[in-house]
């Protein structure tokens, strides 16, 4: 990729996981409604992705969007989601689209299918002898508002894709935990997503050849609910990281 990538929310746990390895594999163009704690490895807009104007100035020139900015709470009120999560992506794609951008990796969320964890299927689901998967071609199913407005950046994918031809993966991002899988949480261990494998698979995004695709952001782990064979398949996806292998 020669033209730089833009990414969103840059200064969010995501974003520093992906630059804590990819600062100096791509030209960044790094873009936060907060300044950069640090000295950003690229250029750093400060803004707001519902600004129109500023979102599609920092568009200019670029080849590939990793779009991670947004309240990223599943307990987030509707107003919010409604405003940061979909005006926020609307916003973004279409300005990715008018600016000729190719690729577009999207930060969905196990909650945009968190109500399939029925009282019935839990808590066997998160353990690794049950047989329940999910692939990635089910129908959302959100448990809160939040988990709506990452089903609603989908849908608004699948639509730049169908309609301008821009090339969409929807990541479904597990839990993402630094060092270690979350303690005393089997559903976090069953959804555990490295730093190492998180940036991988972003990468995998920028650099794979697709149409539209949702794939499942977990690492390799024993217990698992979420394929990623789609993520493998089409993207490359190699993770490392297994919850498995921390027993403390
Ligand atoms: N951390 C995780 O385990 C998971 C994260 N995600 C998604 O990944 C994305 C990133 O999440 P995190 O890094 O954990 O969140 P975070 O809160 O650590 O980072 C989000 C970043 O986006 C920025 N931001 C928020 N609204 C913005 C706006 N309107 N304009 C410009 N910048 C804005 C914030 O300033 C922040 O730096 C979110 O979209 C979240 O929904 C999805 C599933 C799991
Ligand atoms: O989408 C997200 O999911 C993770 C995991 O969800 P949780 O309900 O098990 O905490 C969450 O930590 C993250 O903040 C959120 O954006």
Redesign the pocket.
């Given at each position: 990729m020669d033209a730089p990538v833009l990414l969103t929310g840059s200064e969010g746990?995501v974003g520093r996981a992906i630059l804590d390895r990819l600062a100096g594999a791509y030209e960044w163009r790094l873009f936060d409604r907060e300044p950069p704690a640090e000295d950003p490895p690229g250029e750093f807009v400060v803004g707001d992705i519902t600004d129109e104007e500023t979102v599609r100035e920092a568009m200019d020139g670029v080849g590939a969007v990793i779009h991670l900015a947004g309240d990223?709470?599943?307990e987030a009120p509707w107003d919010s989601v409604l405003r940061n999560n979909i005006d926020g992506t609307h916003t973004v794609m279409e300005a990715a689209v008018d600016a000729g951008v190719e690729t577009f990796a999207f930060a969905s969320?196990?909650?945009a299918v968190?109500a399939y964890e029925t009282e019935a299927r839990t808590p066997n689901i998160y353990r690794p002898d049950d047989k329940f998967l999910l692939d990635g071609t089910e129908l959302p199913r959100p448990g809160n508002r939040?988990g709506v407005s990452?089903a609603a950046g989908e849908s608004l994918g699948r639509f730049f894709h169908d309609e301008h031809g821009l090339s969409v993966a929807c990541v479904r991002?597990?839990?993402?935990t630094k060092d270690h899988p979350?303690k005393d949480?089997e559903?976090?261990q069953a959804?555990w997503l490295s730093h190492r494998d998180c940036a991988h698979l972003f990468e995998c995004c920028l650099e794979a050849e697709y149409d539209y695709e949702i794939v499942y952001g977990i690492s390799d782990n024993d217990r698992k609910y979420y394929s990623i064979e789609r993520a493998r398949e089409v993207l490359g996806y190699d993770p490392q990281d297994n919850s498995a292998n921390y027993t403390d």
């Open positions: 746990r990223p709470r599943p969320s196990n909650h968190g939040y990452k991002i597990g839990n993402l979350p949480y559903r976090g959804m």
